[in-house]
């Protein structure tokens, strides 16, 4: 079986939405994001803004923890996308700053992520 698939990513978006800080955030429901499953050699995963497209890799992901990551990974792109931040495609200290608060509460390894 495969793990990435698009109702998969749109599954782990659902549940990460409802799960601080991320329920605080004023995300798009599922229905307004599309998601993909494709063979990417260069990222685990993607954002795509306008309309918005999560991408996760199905060479470089093929475990949950990993699928759970990237995909709240992607999400902080889409917040800082939806907030107007003209950096949003970055990861600086902004992404580090709401990156953090979802390690604090999933347990992530903030440098990994």
């Given at each position: 079986m495969n793990l990435v698939t698009g109702n998969n990513i749109r599954i782990v978006y659902e549940t990460l939405i409802q799960l601080p800080p991320m329920a605080r955030w004023r995300l798009p429901p599922s229905i307004e994001v599309e998601f993909k499953a494709r063979a990417m050699k260069g990222a685990y995963g993607t954002y795509e803004a306008d309309p918005h497209v999560?991408?996760?890799?199905?060479?470089?992901?093929?475990?949950?923890?990993?699928?759970?990551?990237?995909?709240?990974?992607?999400?902080?792109?889409?917040?800082?996308?939806i907030d107007n931040d003209p950096d949003w495609t970055q990861h600086d200290a902004r992404f580090t700053e709401l990156g953090n608060q979802i390690c604090a509460v999933m347990g992530f390894d903030p440098k990994e992520f």
């Open positions: 999560i991408t996760i890799s199905t060479l470089k992901v093929g475990h949950f923890d990993t699928l759970f990551k990237t995909v709240a990974h992607e999400m902080v792109h889409l917040k800082r996308y």
